[in-house]
């Protein structure tokens, strides 16, 4: 039984999609800070007893720096910033309405030059996400999915040095604090023209102070994906991505130098094969802007593995 005529839930849709839009286009902040988050569509429903696994590895690379939206020419401090990281999602369809997801992932390594030619890095693992969606629309062509989180770490002792000193905040692999999470999922279907439209809303909020009296910025990710069938084992994905982050706090002051948002443009192939679906991406910045001078993501590219047991 509908609850409500469907014309009046795509009505519904439209404005979530306006107001979310809406919403990110009127803060300002942001910037490069590393949050690995999967360039996929498979972050929707699953249905009742099914397993999935999404293996992913991400290598994200910056050496530009801005200040607002106007490219430095000097170096300030950092000559590069680089990271390799491996995550993990599993999901696990509760019921036909209800899923839930766990995230794990690891920096294998985060790699900083100076200007004074010191290498400083670090390794370590992210913090871990343990989230509930809830399937608020779901038809053959049509699914409108919520869901909500715990982001946690496992330990809220930052990384130090070898001398006991805390490592700088870019270098620290996890936020090493608790926070809230907060998804929105839609996707549309074609079928008569093998293509589909999904838009992927993340909101990561609340976040706490760790051991030194640092907290992160919120962070907000928008994802609008365009995805087209070739045949039964290869598609394309065309992803355009925003990401806004709020300043983070110290002590209750705000720290200068962080904060902004950016525009990615995200090409994506993926290619089926025995139930398997390999996806290999590449992040692409375009558009910048930054509260006060910041060094900025040049690129990223990113492997993803994807499998669905049926239990």
Request: with cysteine; net charge positive; hydrophobic share 35%.
């Amino acid at each position: 039984m509908k609850i409500f005529p469907l014309k009046n839930n795509y009505f519904k849709i439209c404005s979530i999609v306006i107001l979310v839009l809406f919403f990110n286009e009127n803060i300002y902040s942001q910037c490069c800070s590393a949050n690995p988050v999967v360039g996929s569509t498979n972050v929707g429903l699953l249905s009742k007893n099914t397993l999935r696994e999404i293996a992913y590895y991400r290598y994200s690379y910056s050496d530009t720096y801005y200040e607002g939206n106007n490219k430095q020419p000097d170096i300030h401090y950092l000559k590069y910033a680089w990271y390799s990281y491996v995550g993990n999602i599993i999901s696990f369809g509760i019921s036909n309405k209800f899923t839930a997801d766990l995230e794990l992932g690891y920096y294998i390594r985060k790699q900083e030059l100076t200007d004074a030619s010191r290498k400083l890095y670090s390794q370590g693992w992210n913090n871990g996400i343990l989230s509930v969606k809830y399937g608020l629309i779901k038809h053959s062509n049509f699914e409108c999915t919520i869901g909500s989180g715990l982001k946690f770490p496992f330990t809220k002792n930052v990384l130090e040095d070898n001398y006991g000193r805390p490592l700088s905040a870019s270098l620290q692999t996890s936020t090493n604090a608790f926070g809230g999470v907060f998804l929105l999922f839609l996707q549309k279907n074609f079928p008569e023209y093998q293509f589909r439209i999904v838009l992927n809303h993340r909101t990561e909020a609340f976040n706490g102070y760790n051991s030194i009296y640092y907290m992160k910025g919120n962070t907000f990710f928008t994802s609008l994906f365009l995805s087209k069938s070739l045949n039964t084992h290869w598609n394309i994905i065309i992803q355009l991505r925003n990401e806004y982050r709020t300043r983070d706090y110290r002590y209750d002051k705000a720290i200068i130098g962080t904060g902004g948002y950016v525009w990615i443009f995200s090409p994506q192939i993926n290619f089926n094969f025995k139930g398997f679906y390999f996806s290999l991406l590449y992040d692409k910045p375009f558009y910048y802007y930054t509260n006060e001078k910041q060094i900025v993501n040049k690129y990223a590219i990113s492997f993803i593995c994807t499998k669905d047991f049926n239990l």
